[in-house]
């Protein structure tokens, strides 16, 4: 895996969105090029107001795929998937988004194998190079509330049922989301803590 030296370190422009949901749900961050694949877990985390608590994968070319086997039990349960071949020739701590999807690149990212948030990230392109006091991740446009972490899905999400049909405690959930709102402070406020 080559080094990089700080005059090498770029900023990327990604966009995220959740596949298939209309209206549609996005995020644009701007990040450093070497980013590692946790990190840019955590900042799909951030953006979304998700809190990490279920599985995830990123899939680049439908072959490879980087799995978070940390949570699956490791390289045993790997094996018990058919993915030791994954779970040994990559690691999200080392391996670096400029190594796996340079400017022009989309990918994909599933959260949650349960609900199934399919997400797409698009590198779209270079925005800048490294300078003195640059704090990054930061979100810098995006559109609609990111759907609550926990059991309801894009069918949930899209289906809003009756406070007839709710429990309180799921009335009381929704009551707090907006859907139509995108707070860009909060999000940067959530990223805050992933600067570097």
């Not at 989309?106 to 990230?121: P, R, S």
């Not at 990111?146 to 894009?154: A, F, Q, T, V, Y």
């Not at 069918?155 to 009551?175: C, F, I, K, L, Q």
Request: aromatic content about 10%; proline content about 5%.
């Amino acid at each position: 895996m080559p080094k990089y030296t700080q005059q090498q370190k770029e900023i990327y422009s990604v966009k995220i969105s959740i596949k298939r949901m209309k209206p549609p749900i996005w995020r644009r961050v701007h990040l450093w090029s070497d980013t590692t694949l946790r990190q840019l877990h955590m900042i799909i985390q951030g953006t979304m107001r998700w809190e990490n608590h279920h599985l995830h994968k990123f899939d680049f070319t439908g072959n490879v795929k980087f799995e978070d086997f940390m949570h699956l039990g490791g390289l045993e349960t790997a094996l018990a998937y058919g993915n030791a071949m994954e779970a040994q020739k990559y690691d999200e701590k080392t391996t670096r988004l400029n190594q796996v999807a340079p400017p022009g690149t989309t990918f994909a990212y599933v959260y949650d194998f349960g609900d199934n948030w399919d997400i797409v990230i698009q590198v779209e392109k270079v925005v800048g190079q490294l300078h003195v006091g640059i704090k990054l991740p930061i979100c810098v446009a995006g559109r609609r509330a990111s759907p609550r972490e926990g059991g309801i899905g894009i069918r949930g999400y899209e289906y809003m049922p009756s406070e007839d049909e709710e429990d309180e405690n799921e009335v009381a959930r929704r009551e707090e989301i907006d859907p139509a709102k995108f707070d860009r402070q909060e999000i940067d406020a959530a990223l805050c803590r992933l600067q570097t």
